[in-house]
């Protein structure tokens, strides 16, 4: 049963727009979740979390948005750059120090 | 300062052989954790160690999966008469006190196993 799932494998945009990855879950006991971002034959790197005590958290050009009740989140990067092209992946734990379920991640995609 | 290091970044076994993996985290984090990334798939959990003691091992698929942290610090995962299924990705992460956004992990390169 996959708890944290992204549907959308991958994700094309163009320098400059918007780009907006989004992730779903299905554990209600859910109540931190982040955001890695992962380059080939490297292991993954934070980028941002939020707490399900919050419904959106800012760190220059990656937001993330949490709707509790439709177990939704997304991350959006504006301007979307080059340099952002990597797999990224939604995580999610219950409390702080326990281990974190990942989605299967969406590959994007930034077009010069 | 140094990032999570594991050795060896490759390693290529036969079937029915054993293996150990290993991890050395950041400095001073107490947290360690094991990942499994399959191709196409997201991490998956294996075992969290807090010092020295496995806090959680849901994640280690059967008995031919063992990990240690003899001393809070470095960590190796050891495989039992591996199968070609084991071939995956073998990923270690630490952290400050434990994982969620207060302590995020930190992840090492990785080591690729593959089972011929």
């Known amino acids: 049963d996959q708890q944290v799932k992204q549907n959308s494998p991958s994700l094309s945009v163009q320098e400059g727009r918007i780009s907006i990855l989004n992730c779903d879950y299905t554990n209600s006991m859910f109540d931190y979740f982040l955001w890695y971002k992962k380059y080939p034959a490297e292991g993954p790197t934070f980028l941002i979390s939020?707490?399900?005590?919050?419904d959106k958290n800012e760190d220059g050009r990656f937001t993330v948005f949490l709707n509790k009740s439709a177990k939704h989140l997304s991350l959006h990067i504006v301007p979307s750059q080059p340099g952002d092209s990597a797999v990224y992946f939604c995580?999610?734990?219950?409390?702080?120090?326990?281990?974190?379920?990942f989605g299967t991640g969406t590959l994007l995609a930034v077009q010069p | 300062g140094a990032g999570v290091s594991q050795t060896p970044s490759n390693k290529v076994t036969e079937k029915g052989k054993y293996v150990e993996l290993r991890c050395d985290p950041i400095?001073?984090?107490?947290?360690l954790y094991w990942y499994r990334q399959s191709l196409g798939q997201g991490p998956e959990f294996l075992i969290y160690?807090?010092?020295?003691?496995?806090?959680?091992d849901s994640g280690l698929p059967n008995d031919r999966f063992f990990a240690v942290r003899p001393e809070g610090s470095v960590s190796t995962l050891k495989i039992q008469r591996t199968e070609r299924g084991d071939s995956a990705v073998y990923l270690c992460a630490s952290s400050l006190n434990g994982a969620g956004g207060g302590s995020p992990l930190h992840f090492g390169n990785g080591t690729r196993l593959t089972v011929t």
């Open positions: 995580a999610a734990s219950v409390g702080l120090a326990n281990k974190l379920i």
């Open positions: 400095s001073g984090h107490t947290a």
């Open positions: 160690f807090q010092g020295t003691g496995a806090a959680d």
């Open positions: 939020i707490s399900s005590i919050k």
